[in-house]
């Protein structure tokens, strides 16, 4: 069964660091890119970025590049998100996504991110 | 950049037919994929491509595209229908981005 598994909900204070991570299994983990979808308190969907795992390429919306890095170990099947300092405004549901052919047919569990001083 | 615009909120009674759209520029282009999002749950792909079903989504599903807009038809709704829909697709403008529509909430009375 193709799965992605993601970290545990995190409780963050404004300016810390962060990464969270999402482990693909039951498949080949770097014949897909796996993207990062946000999803705001009560808002919708948003696409944050993605990344080739065979080789780590990734690429940013505008509105998140230079906020977040989008990084992979294939040596572990694992793709990861990461902040330098943390705002409020981070707060939010974050999802990783598998892409295939037909789409975004395969998402994390979803973690929780809360920060708040 | 690429913008998908959706109402935010459509109501279908039991049983009767409803549609969900979604207008961009990039659908010119591209085709929608549709999501759905239940309370407290992930995304679940519903519709993608022309008009293709993943498996294990009912064949009351389907979807449509005009110009710059793509429909996503619910015929014989039910009350697990109820639920938060999403139109995707890639951006218009060449840029290796993706980009989600506004959300739709869906009532089944």
């Known amino acids: 069964e193709v799965q992605l598994v993601q970290s545990g909900a995190e409780v963050k204070k404004p300016g810390e660091s962060l990464r969270i991570s999402c482990k693909g299994s039951?498949?080949?983990?770097?014949?897909?890119?796996i993207s990062w979808v946000r999803q705001m308190p009560g808002k919708g969907l948003e696409w944050m970025g993605r990344i080739d795992p065979s080789d780590s390429y990734t690429n940013y919306s505008p509105s998140f590049q230079g906020h977040v890095t989008i990084s992979a170990d294939k040596s572990i099947s694992t793709a990861y998100l990461q902040w330098s300092s943390l705002k409020a405004s981070d707060t939010a549901m974050y999802y990783c996504?598998?892409?295939?052919?037909?789409?975004?047919?395969?998402w994390g569990q979803g973690t929780l991110v809360t920060v708040s001083s | 950049s690429s913008e998908l615009t959706q109402d935010p909120a459509v109501s279908v009674a039991l049983g009767q037919t409803v549609r969900i759209t979604c207008q961009g520029d990039?659908?010119?282009?591209?085709?929608a994929s549709w999501y759905q999002q239940k309370p407290g749950q992930a995304p679940v792909l519903v519709i993608y491509g022309k008009n293709n079903r993943p498996s294990g989504i009912p064949d009351r599903f389907s979807g449509s595209s005009s110009g710059n807009t793509a429909s996503l038809t619910i015929t014989g709704a039910q009350a697990e229908d109820e639920a938060d829909y999403y139109c995707?697709?890639?951006?218009?403008?060449?840029?290796?981005?993706?980009?989600f529509g506004g959300g739709t909430k869906l009532t089944v009375l």
């Open positions: 990039s659908l010119r282009s591209y085709y």
């Open positions: 995707n697709s890639r951006d218009s403008s060449g840029n290796p981005y993706w980009v």
């Open positions: 996504a598998r892409r295939d052919s037909s789409g975004w047919s395969t």
């Open positions: 039951g498949y080949s983990f770097t014949s897909y890119w």
